[in-house]
């Protein structure tokens, strides 16, 4: 057996040929995320298509804009169920900044039903509300009392979310990165699985990328318990490049065979080609 049979639970063609040695599942480090139905339709056959193909490079699913609350019940148990086959948690995006806005009982019953339908993560986000960060350490508590990993977001940018421009976000303005980094620091400390860390005001409908941001979010919070939004090929080629293959990512369902390219060293543009390595001595286990 290869080095790179052990790090697979299926082998795959041509192993006789090396590439960047990489976590197995479930991985704690490299962990990509990938953007379920949104932008396109996304159903349990669609879905069973992508993970048998690439399903190993894929550690989480992630609704978006509450398109599950837009589906057949039937159809979304299928999509939770193929998603759980191949390893796949599944979390429901940042829906419950809608979900808040209908009071107390309905968020109650909102994680509630995440968790009997299987939900595995439930994202709190903040993106166009304000919610006291008290308020926001009940719900990482109240998600956990339920059964689920809390993951709430955080970010620099007043009104993140949606389709807003450059332009008005500035008008916005935007948060100190030390605010993020505590309120991240204090979910962590209440038991939160990991912390999203959004992209706009850094990377997305920003003039200027904000790299001095993420640098202080990875110098103050290490990078093994913070994933970056990242579903912009330029973005998680920048991001691989300058923080490791074991950078843990969100991108669009459409980017897992570029992304896990990149990540392996297999392949990518002219700044990244061959540049992407890793070095061990032995087969990689998660600690």
């Not at 490079?57 to 939770?80: N, Q, Y």
Request: hydrophobic letters at 40%.
């Amino acid at each position: 057996m290869t080095l790179h049979d052990t790090l697979t639970r299926e082998p795959t063609a041509f192993r006789f040929l090396t590439s960047a040695q990489r976590p197995r599942k479930p991985r704690t480090r490299g962990v990509t995320e990938i953007r379920g139905p949104y932008y396109s339709v996304m159903g349990p056959r669609y879905l069973e298509d992508v993970l048998d193909t690439m399903g190993e490079h894929v550690d989480a699913l992630k609704f978006a804009g509450g398109s599950f609350t837009l589906m057949p019940e039937r159809a979304l148990a299928e999509i939770i169920e193929t998603a759980h086959e191949h390893d796949v948690l599944v979390s429901t995006g940042g829906f419950i900044e809608h979900v808040l806005t209908q009071g107390r009982q309905a968020t109650d019953r909102y994680i509630d039903e995440a968790a009997r339908l299987g939900f595995d993560i439930l994202e709190i986000s903040a993106g166009f509300i304000t919610i006291p960060t008290d308020d926001i350490l009940r719900l990482v508590e109240r998600v956990q009392e339920a059964g689920m990993r809390a993951k709430p977001e955080v970010g620099i940018q007043f009104g993140a979310g949606g389709a807003t421009t450059p332009e008005e976000l500035e008008q916005e303005g935007t948060r100190d990165v030390g605010y993020a980094i505590d309120l991240a620091r204090r979910c962590l400390d209440a038991g939160a699985y990991m912390i999203m860390i959004e992209s706009e005001g850094i990377t997305e409908e920003v003039i200027t990328w904000r790299t001095d941001v993420v640098a202080t979010i990875a110098r103050e919070l290490g990078l093994e318990k913070v994933m970056f939004e990242a579903a912009d090929p330029e973005v998680f080629g920048w991001y691989v490049k300058n923080y490791g293959p074991e950078v843990n990512l969100f991108v669009d369902h459409s980017q897992i065979v570029q992304l896990e390219c990149l990540r392996a060293g297999i392949w990518g543009t002219d700044d990244t080609w061959g540049r992407i390595l890793s070095y061990r001595g032995t087969a990689v286990e998660e600690s």
